[in-house]
Structures are given as C-alpha cells and as structure tokens.
C-alpha cells in the first residue's frame, strides 16, 4: 500500500480503531509507538488519548479508521478533536481506500486480503 508509505516515519502518528488494525500497520512495517488505538485505550477518552500525543504542531497523522458509518463518524470526530489540539489530521488515504475499495471491505483490516492479492499478482503476473 504504497498510500501508507508517507506515514511511516518518526514524526507520524496513525489513528486506528482496534488491535487488529494496529497489527495489519505493525505487520506493514509501521512502527508499534506510532499507532494510536482508539478502542480499549487505557488512557481513557478520546480527548485524552489525543491529549497524550501532544505536541501535535509539525507531525503527520493520518486517521485511519473503519470504512462503515461508525468508523466515519469515529473519524469525522477525532480530526475535529486533533485540530483542537493543533494538529492538522489527513482523511484522504481513508477516503481513496474506501473509493477504492467501493464499500467491498468495512474494516481496516480487510486491507490485508488486498495486500496479499497486490503481492501474489506481482510474484505470479509480472508483466
């Protein structure tokens, strides 16, 4: 997923919902301290979750939540929250992943299957 491969440096934070989100990003080769997990975060409220991250000011972070209507809203909300906070949240790889997908995969950890149809085609059909 080459979309992702911006937010792996140092300065970037991704927001996702679970644990098995967190693990398809760690699997990609993000690195585990910058992914965020929204769902049973021990430090509590969004707000504070977001609030552990400061400063915001300067870092990459992208919002990568689940494609259905929970997800939206859950995406919607937090880069409202990361912009109080001063923070300037990107919803657009979220956005071309689900255009992309055109609502076939609801949850982040879908992307996996794709990946791993992306890589067989390139092992078995290289052109």
Same mark, same amino acid.
């Given at each position: 997923?080459?979309?992702?491969?911006?937010?792996? *440096?140092?300065?970037?934070?991704?927001?996702?919902?679970?644990?098995?989100?967190?693990?398809?990003?760690?699997?990609?080769?993000?690195?585990?301290?910058?992914?965020?997990?929204? /769902? %049973?975060?021990?430090? *509590?409220?969004?707000?504070?979750?977001?609030?552990? /991250?400061?400063?915001?000011?300067?870092?990459?972070?992208?919002?990568?939540?689940?494609?259905? %209507?929970?997800?939206?809203?859950?995406?919607?909300?937090?880069?409202?929250?990361?912009?109080?906070?001063?923070? %300037?949240?990107?919803?657009?790889? !979220?956005?071309?992943?689900?255009?992309?997908?055109?609502?076939?995969?609801? /949850?982040?950890?879908?992307?996996?299957?794709?990946?791993?149809?992306? %890589?067989? !085609?390139?092992?078995?059909?290289?052109?």
């Amino acid at each position: 997923m080459d979309l992702l491969e911006s937010y792996k *440096g140092k300065n970037s934070l991704i927001f996702v919902e679970g644990k098995k989100d967190m693990e398809l990003l760690i699997k990609l080769g993000f690195e585990k301290e910058n992914i965020i997990r929204i /769902q %049973n975060n021990r430090d *509590g409220s969004i707000y504070e979750i977001v609030e552990k /991250q400061m400063p915001l000011r300067g870092k990459s972070i992208l919002i990568l939540t689940d494609f259905d %209507n929970e997800g939206q809203l859950l995406a919607e909300r937090l880069a409202s929250i990361i912009s109080e906070y001063g923070g %300037n949240p990107q919803l657009h790889v !979220r956005t071309l992943i689900y255009k992309l997908l055109k609502g076939k995969i609801t /949850q982040v950890e879908g992307i996996s299957h794709i990946i791993r149809f992306e %890589n067989y !085609r390139k092992d078995y059909f290289s052109y």
